[in-house]
Nanobody
C-alpha cells in the first residue's frame, strides 16, 4: 500500500522560510519521481517542483530561485525548502508520486499560509 505523508506546513511571515517533508512508503522510492503541487482556494492544483529518481529537478517559474526540492533515499523522504515566501505562495501543498504500477498517489496535503 502506497502512502505519502506530508508535514512541515504552517504560518509564516512574508520573506520567511519553511521546509516541507513528504515521507513515502510502499514504493521503490529511489527509482520513483516525486512531485510537489499546490492548490490555493478557488484555483487549480499546480505543479511546483519535481525530482526524478536520479535527482534531476524541475521548477515552476513562479518559485525558481526561491524553492528547492531534494530527496533522501535513505529516509524515503522528499523535501521542499521554501525561502523568501510571498503571500501568493499561500496554498495547500501536496506530495505526489507516479505512475507507480499504473497509478498516481497523493498525500493528504499540508497548509502553508504566508502573511503580509
Amino acid at each position: 500500500q502506497v502512502q505519502l505523508v506530508e508535514s512541515g506546513g504552517g504560518l509564516v511571515q512574508a520573506g520567511g522560510s519553511l521546509r516541507l517533508s513528504c515521507a513515502a512508503s510502499g514504493i521503490i522510492f529511489s527509482a520513483t519521481a516525486m512531485d510537489w503541487y499546490r492548490q490555493a482556494p478557488g484555483k487549480q492544483r499546480d505543479l511546483v517542483a519535481s525530482i526524478t529518481g536520479g535527482g534531476r529537478t524541475n521548477y515552476a517559474d513562479s518559485v525558481k530561485g526561491r524553492f528547492t526540492i531534494s530527496r533522501d533515499n535513505t529516509k524515503n523522504t522528499v523535501y521542499l525548502q521554501m525561502n523568501s515566501l510571498k503571500p501568493e505562495d499561500t496554498a495547500v501543498y501536496y506530495c505526489k508520486t507516479g505512475p507507480y504500477r499504473g497509478q498516481f498517489y497523493w498525500g493528504q496535503g499540508t497548509q502553508v499560509t504566508v502573511s503580509s
